[in-house]
């Protein structure tokens, strides 16, 4: 079956959060329920999903603040990688950021993570010279 690509839905909560967990995705700094609730509350048809045969196995979190166009958490279920779906995925987030009149699309990246690196390269992405810094504003409870 074709694997379909919809908005977030409050009953895919738990298998989310378990998707990216099997990614690797969380961080013990990062509550990822705080998380969704976040993208929720500002923009909630842009929090993506993909499912198969009524399984969860591939999300993405599409973001705009009218400048830039911003991806994070793209995942795809170890079981179904190498299959098009993270491409699927990113086709789609970017479908929606140009019918936005987004202009360019940011996405950070862990250095020490070689396999995201070279995925996007594939898609045409390149390495910007910035420097990327960040602050906490408040501190998130473990999950």
Not at 39 to 47: E, F, I, Q, R, Y
Not at 52 to 80: F, K, Q, T
Not at 93 to 107: F, H, I, Q, Y
């Given at each position: 079956?074709?694997?379909?690509?919809?908005?977030?839905r409050?009953?895919?909560c738990e298998a989310?959060?378990s998707l990216?967990v099997?990614?690797?995705l969380?961080?013990?700094?990062?509550?990822?329920?705080?998380?969704?609730?976040?993208?929720?509350a500002?923009?909630?048809?842009?929090?993506?999903?993909?499912?198969?045969?009524?399984?969860?196995?591939g999300c993405?979190?599409?973001?705009?603040?009218?400048?830039?166009?911003?991806i994070?958490?793209?995942?795809v279920?170890p079981?179904?990688q190498?299959?098009?779906?993270?491409?699927?995925?990113?086709?789609?987030a970017?479908?929606?950021l140009?019918?936005?009149?987004c202009?360019?699309?940011n996405?950070?990246?862990?250095g020490?993570?070689?396999?995201?690196?070279?995925?996007y390269?594939?898609?045409?992405?390149?390495?910007d010279?910035?420097?990327?810094?960040g602050r906490r504003?408040?501190e998130?409870?473990?999950?």
């Amino acid at each position: 079956m074709m694997p379909v690509c919809r908005s977030y839905r409050s009953s895919d909560c738990e298998a989310l959060v378990s998707l990216w967990v099997r990614c690797e995705l969380t961080r013990p700094w990062n509550n990822p329920f705080r998380d969704i609730d976040r993208k929720l509350a500002v923009d909630p048809d842009s929090l993506l999903v993909l499912e198969r045969d009524d399984r969860l196995i591939g999300c993405v979190m599409v973001g705009y603040e009218g400048h830039r166009g911003w991806i994070n958490y793209l995942a795809v279920d170890p079981s179904h990688q190498r299959q098009g779906l993270g491409r699927l995925l990113m086709d789609e987030a970017e479908t929606r950021l140009a019918r936005l009149g987004c202009p360019k699309v940011n996405l950070p990246i862990r250095g020490s993570n070689r396999g995201a690196v070279e995925f996007y390269r594939r898609l045409g992405y390149t390495i910007d010279e910035v420097v990327s810094m960040g602050r906490r504003l408040g501190e998130d409870s473990a999950f």
